[in-house]
């Protein structure tokens, strides 16, 4: 069975610019969450997507956004890029999603540099 | 919202000795507490987890304690194995909120 897998797996932008990043889940999943990874604040939650619907949102401003198409691939868009949006992008995959506790599985990331 | 504590933030073990990371949570209503093991490259790939009306489970070298009244839970691994170093990440859930705690990073010298 394959895993969760996110494209690209790296990305440079400028600042100000807008950048999208996708996630095929492992299939017969239906949740997609996405988490940003840094050095300074470690793995944090920024949404959940479940049947195409935002499920669940973390403390993250709106220049983060996301969408589940109907064969349940994510993306998550970023506009207006900061530097502080530099990081390791994770996005996970689980039969019922966060509000279940179903089990995560997730994907090697995407790594962005903003310059 | 939650509040998740780990310790330690890095630990060295030789091979073949045990391994004991602890964390903390401060929302009772947190119910589903997971651990990952992440390499360097990979994602997170969750090792073990337990639910708030266990108090221990176990998997091979791998166990996991969870006590309710002190709010904290601990990831123990046994017989400890090179490839067993890693970053390891607790979390704790409460259905909609799921929030990590810093990390630990383990290293086994053979």
């Known amino acids: 069975k394959a895993g969760v897998t996110q494209t690209p797996r790296y990305l440079i932008k400028t600042r100000g610019q807008q950048v999208t990043l996708s996630c095929s889940p492992i299939?017969?999943?239906?949740?997609v969450s996405w988490y940003q990874q840094t050095p300074g604040q470690g793995l944090q939650f920024l949404f959940e997507y479940f049947s195409e619907t935002q499920r669940n949102k973390g403390n993250f401003p709106g220049r983060f956004s996301g969408r589940q198409f109907s064969n349940s691939r994510s993306e998550m868009n970023v506009s207006t890029l900061e530097l502080g949006d530099s990081a390791l992008y994770l996005c996970?995959?689980?039969?019922?999603?966060?509000?279940?506790?179903?089990?995560?599985?997730f994907g090697n990331g995407t790594r962005l540099t903003v310059t | 919202g939650e509040n998740v504590e780990q310790h330690p933030s890095t630990l060295s073990v030789q091979e073949g000795d045990s391994a004991v990371i602890k964390c903390t949570y401060s929302?009772?209503?947190?119910?589903?507490f997971p651990w990952y093991k992440q390499e360097l490259g990979k994602g997170p790939q969750l090792i073990i987890d337990i639910r708030s009306n266990v108090g221990e489970k176990k998997d091979q070298r791998i166990a996991v304690t969870l006590n309710k009244t002190a709010k904290h839970f601990s990831l123990h691994i046994t017989e400890t194995q090179p490839e067993d170093s890693a970053v390891y990440f607790c979390a704790a859930q409460n259905n909609n909120d799921m929030r990590f705690g810093a990390g630990t990073r383990l290293t086994v010298k053979p």
């Open positions: 996970a995959s689980s039969r019922a999603g966060v509000v279940t506790n179903s089990p995560l599985h």
């Open positions: 299939s017969g999943h239906r949740s």
């Open positions: 929302d009772s209503a947190s119910n589903y």
